[in-house]
């Protein structure tokens, strides 16, 4: 059973492009999440979401930021206009069951390392 | 609200036991503690969760006081591989909230 993927490990962006990341959950997980990393820090949660619905984007920027996870095919987030300062891991998790209780133990991808020239 | 609290960093001899302590004094009577580990450069990897009682796998032991309001990851014998920033993660509504972490290095 492959563990989560995402794609690319690595993105290069100059100042005012788009960047997209994928993530592709573990068989049978249809709960994805996304974080973000700043180098020396935790993780921050930015959005929840299960197929084709957004539960919680508490944590994403209201502006330039979006995400998805259609009926097919992988979740992706998307970052317009890059800016120097989302430059950053971008880590997703999947999850078989809804946050709360003993099941929804998150399993992460190796993650996108996002540069912004 | 700080909503775990762990040390900066941890130091172990390699082969000896280490005890990663973490606070969450405010967690909920129903929320799970987990247990993650993200190595230079990858995603965070799973190692424990646990409500009340003392909970074993492969990787580690978790040890929950009674009170709930503080836990105990104990690694039995550290290896080199174990080097990482070890994460006590409490959920927060629909996400898993990542303090600070303690950087465990283990010492040859």
């Known amino acids: 059973n492959a563990g989560v993927m995402q794609n690319p490990r690595h993105l290069v962006r100059r100042r005012g492009q788009e960047a997209r990341l994928r993530c592709s959950p573990m068989?049978?997980?249809?709960?994805v999440y996304w974080y973000r990393q700043l180098p020396e820090e935790g993780l921050k949660f930015m959005v929840y979401?299960?197929?084709?619905?957004?539960?919680?984007e508490s944590g994403m920027p209201k502006e330039r930021f979006s995400a998805e996870f259609p009926k097919e095919g992988p979740s992706i987030l998307r970052i317009q206009q890059v800016v120097r300062g989302d430059s950053a891991a971008y880590f997703c998790?999947?999850?078989?069951?809804?946050?709360?209780?003993?099941?929804?133990?998150?399993?992460f991808g190796p993650g996108t390392r996002l540069t912004v020239l | 609200d700080a909503k775990t609290t762990q040390p900066n960093s941890m130091e172990s001899n390699e082969e000896e036991p280490v005890h990663l302590p973490c606070n969450h004094s405010?967690?909920?009577?129903?929320?799970?503690i987990h247990w993650y580990r993200q190595l230079p450069s990858q995603g965070p990897e799973y190692v424990i969760h646990?409500?009340?009682s003392n909970v074993n796998n492969r990787m580690a032991s978790l040890a929950i006081a009674e009170d709930r309001k503080s836990s105990t990851l104990i690694l039995h014998r550290a290896t080199l591989r174990d080097a990482a920033v070890y994460y006590c993660?409490?959920?927060?509504?629909?996400?898993?909230?990542f303090g600070t972490g303690t950087s465990l290095t283990v010492i040859p």
């Open positions: 646990g409500l009340t």
């Open positions: 068989k049978g997980h249809s709960h």
């Open positions: 979401l299960q197929k084709e619905n957004i539960i919680d």
């Open positions: 993660i409490r959920p927060v509504g629909n996400q898993f909230y």
């Open positions: 405010t967690i909920s009577g129903t929320d799970y």
């Open positions: 998790a999947s999850s078989p069951l809804p946050p709360g209780g003993a099941g929804d133990t998150q399993y």
